[in-house]
T-cell receptor, first 112, second 111 residues
Framework: SQTIHQWPATLVQPVGSPLSLECTVE??????LYWYRQAAGRGLQLLFY??????ISSEVPQNLSASRPQDRQFILSSKKLLLSDSGFYLC???????????FGPGTRLTVL | GENVEQHPSTLSVQEGDSAVIKCTYS??????FPWYKQELGKRPQLIID?????GEKKDQRIAVTLNKTAKHFSLHITETQPEDSAVYFC??????????FGTGTSLTVIP
């Protein structure tokens, strides 16, 4: 069966510091991978989407970037965090040939 | 288009009553419509979905209806229980495999 991992689970970072969040998927190959941000009490905002290694689509202009160095690894980064980057970051995957999308456990980021 | 309107934003029902949440989308090419349940501090969990070639789908107390002409779909929960209390999100998938989510409905089931 497929499993999706995210780490760290929680993170507190000062403004201006760098960020690296990691997501990995097990039990499938060539998944579509997604990064979402959820602000407190709000919906899910699609940040990045990837159909394959090195292929990244950005949904909104922002302070963040994403990379996919391996088939089942998706990384969310920032060079300098802003207060507004605080939120719950969710990685998700779906299979290219199917429909369902499944979420990782999330990383709760607080920027102080 | 990426817009998904979801209503209501909050909903309180008595235990045993039904709850209905509605969503409207704009992208006519959308072909897959999932619903997610998110409990506080946890990840969204897929609870039911419907594809564009189907008008209704039911799974025990949960059902989803889709009206492609009107571009809206709804979640129906019958015989609600306290454990149904959570935030519910509708979503749609476009042919490019991108998913867009509604703003969520906070459902409270009062015992």
């Amino acid at each position: 069966s497929q499993t999706i991992h995210q780490w760290p689970a929680t993170l507190v970072q000062p403004v201006g510091s760098p960020l690296s969040l990691e997501c990995t998927v097990e039990g499938t190959s060539n998944p579509n991978l997604y990064w979402y941000r959820q602000a407190a009490g709000r919906g899910l905002q699609l940040l990045f989407y990837s159909v394959g290694i090195g292929q990244i689509s950005s949904e909104v202009p922002q302070n963040l970037s994403a990379s996919r160095p391996q088939d089942r690894q998706f990384i969310l980064s920032s060079k300098k965090l802003l207060l507004s980057d605080s939120g719950f970051y969710l990685c998700a995957w779906s299979h290219g040939a199917g429909n369902e999308q499944f979420f990782g456990p999330g990383t709760r980021l607080t920027v102080l | 288009g990426e817009n998904v309107e979801q209503h209501p934003s909050t909903l309180s029902v008595q235990e045993g009553d039904s709850a209905v949440i509605k969503c409207t989308y704009s992208d006519s090419a959308s072909n897959y419509f999932p619903w997610y349940k998110q409990e506080l501090g946890k990840r969204p969990q897929l609870i039911i979905d419907i594809r564009s070639n189907v008008g209704e789908k039911k799974d025990q107390r949960i059902a989803v209806t889709l009206n492609k002409t009107a571009k809206h779909f709804s979640l129906h929960i019958t015989e609600t229980q306290p454990e149904d209390s959570a935030v519910y999100f509708c979503a749609y998938r476009n042919p490019g495999n991108q998913f867009y989510f509604g703003t969520g409905t906070s459902l409270t089931v009062i015992p």
